[in-house]
């Protein structure tokens, strides 16, 4: 099999799925590691079991910092797949290009294509914070705040 076999498609999303896969990994276990341990040996000492100690002191922690770091991410993500124009993926910006060069209006092409980054930037965000204000309120409930 020969390289330009390959549909484009599938090699960017392996690519960006290998590249995200090692980033992702060291955040999460970054998001781990800022667990006190202290805590989880609270839980312990009350006759917690593994599980409900994961359940309801570490994952709800581990959340509340991971999830602004998958919207990282998700933006970077967004951003990147410009770079997938490269080995033939059509992508927004490269849709842009194409509108501008069949109709001379550069300009209003790279404004509507910042616009669609925008607008999925912002969703993403706003997604991101309700989820983030949820854990957080979840968090304040369980510690009787």
Avoid at 5 to 17: A, E, G, K, R, W
């Amino acid at each position: 099999m020969q390289p330009h076999d390959f549909p484009s498609l599938i090699i960017v999303i392996t690519t960006f799925s290998l590249l995200e896969a090692a980033i992702e990994s060291e955040n999460i276990r970054g998001a781990f590691q800022s667990i006190d341990p202290r805590q989880i040996e609270a839980g312990q000492s009350i006759g917690m079991t593994r599980r409900q100690n994961l359940h309801r002191i570490i994952i709800p922690q581990v959340l509340s910092v991971a999830i602004p770091l998958f919207l990282n991410v998700f933006l970077k993500n967004i951003k990147g797949l410009s770079l997938a124009f490269t080995v033939g993926v059509v992508d927004i910006l490269a849709q842009a290009r194409y509108a501008a060069a069949l109709s001379y209006r550069y300009l209003e092409s790279y404004i509507a294509a910042a616009l669609v980054y925008w607008l999925i930037c912002g969703v993403l965000q706003m997604i991101f914070n309700r989820v983030e204000l949820k854990l957080q309120f979840g968090e304040t409930r369980r510690q009787g705040v």
